[in-house]
DNA sequence: TTACTAACGTGCAAATTTGCAATACTGTAA
DNA sequence: TTACAGTATTGCAAATTTGCACGTTAGTAA
């Protein structure tokens, strides 16, 4: 989990409480990246300090983010989106793992609810390694996730389990989604590397990435 | 790094300097190790009842190691053995991705100094699972290290210019390395939890993980 | 409205972790 | 031996992080 005990995730979205609880996150982020983006070293910027500015105690901050890291980038807890889910299927034809690959990106970006602008993002992390690092770590947590889905769509699938008898549908998960998340922690780093895109040029990119990892793996 | 400030790795290693260091460090992972034994949450397990059994201050704990549980593991910081780094050799033929795989686990066997029986050892992961996960993180120091040997032998490799010119010998190897270790992590997990193994076992699950690899990304 | 429950915010205490500076120790070369 | 340089060990202080317990507040059902 990226995101902190992160008060209960609250049932209706529109609820007094869910939009008070969604002001303290989005203060606490912004107070947290205008922090990193005016000093130095990101030592130097004290959750007390952050926490001060959003108007919370040092304590409550904790219940929202997992670390300084995490409030900068303005990352929560991975979930995949319903229609995302949906829209996965095993089937004849097709690269699997490609498509994983896809899946986690998509995730990943929902995983994502930073309120400054990709330049300033891409600003900040260059300034700071450590939030580069973070940012990566993330991909571990959504990997969690993207298995158990993968697994469960494996086992239900009457295409699968006639042709993959040998293994179960939840190492061959494991293997699909490690591979996967590789080639899209290789692909991370020239999609965050320039500023103004799409989602179409970080597709391409991904894709371009596959073009690598086959020609790597298939020799 | 997984491993400590370390101070300064020593020149001579007969030296009265460097024996008298292994000896603290040993005694370190020791405490750790039999304190994370005989405790039923590793929380419990604190840095100062080590570092007092160790007979050192709880600051110079954190000279050895970097956390309690590289103490318990006996990780400390990887590095390439000189032959193993001469054994490997890119040449037509042979699949390079698993010769890196195999590269990792070597590697990664030497960056384990541990103490304790593989019995033991694999006790102590069951019980306290902060412990196998630090161990899975252990893979990605080693693998910036490998990454680092892998450009530089693509780089002075006369058949591999010869043959991939569109992609950069740091942008190849590091995709390499990233899948190799990716299969190698996957095949951990049987590796160790089978405590009385041999290291041609560990190869044969190695290779084993390789085929499931082939079956998913060949398809 | 009232009363109940779950969620939230907070203070406090303990443990982990790091930087810095002072002190002690080891190996070496004069 | 003595002096010197480089390492090691340590104490101290500050920051991070977590668990626990307490009081408050918001949603809900009677």
Redesign the pocket.
């Known amino acids: 989990m990226t995101a902190?005990?992160?008060?209960?995730?609250?049932?209706?979205p529109n609820?007094?409480?869910?939009r008070?609880?969604a002001r303290?996150w989005t203060a606490i982020h912004l107070a947290a990246a205008e922090a990193a983006a005016t000093h130095d070293r990101l030592?130097d910027?004290?959750?007390?300090a952050v926490?001060e500015k959003a108007?919370?105690?040092?304590?409550?901050f904790?219940?929202?983010f997992?670390?300084?890291?995490d409030a900068v980038l303005g990352l929560r807890g991975a979930v995949i989106d319903r229609d995302v889910a949906a829209g996965f299927v095993v089937e004849p034809g097709g690269d699997l793992v490609e498509k994983v690959a896809f899946l986690l990106l998509a995730v990943f970006r929902t995983s994502n609810h930073r309120q400054i602008s990709q330049q300033h993002y891409v600003e900040l992390m260059d300034r700071h390694p450590e939030l580069a690092r973070k940012r990566f770590q993330h991909v571990d947590d959504v990997e969690a996730l993207v298995t158990k889905l993968v697994t469960d769509k494996l086992a239900e699938s009457e295409h699968w389990r006639a042709t993959h008898a040998e293994h179960s549908a939840e190492d061959t998960a494991r293997m699909i989604v490690t591979v996967a998340a590789a080639v899209m922690r290789m692909a991370m780093r020239p999609i965050l590397a320039h500023p103004g895109q799409t989602e179409a040029d970080a597709d391409a990119i991904l894709h371009r990435t596959f073009a690598l990892f086959r020609e790597v793996t298939h020799s």
Chains 1, 2 share one sequence.
């Open positions: 902190a005990t992160q008060p209960e995730a609250a049932g209706d609820s007094h409480r869910a008070k609880r303290t030592a910027v004290t959750i007390e926490a108007e919370i105690s040092p304590r409550t904790f219940n929202y997992r670390s300084k890291e």
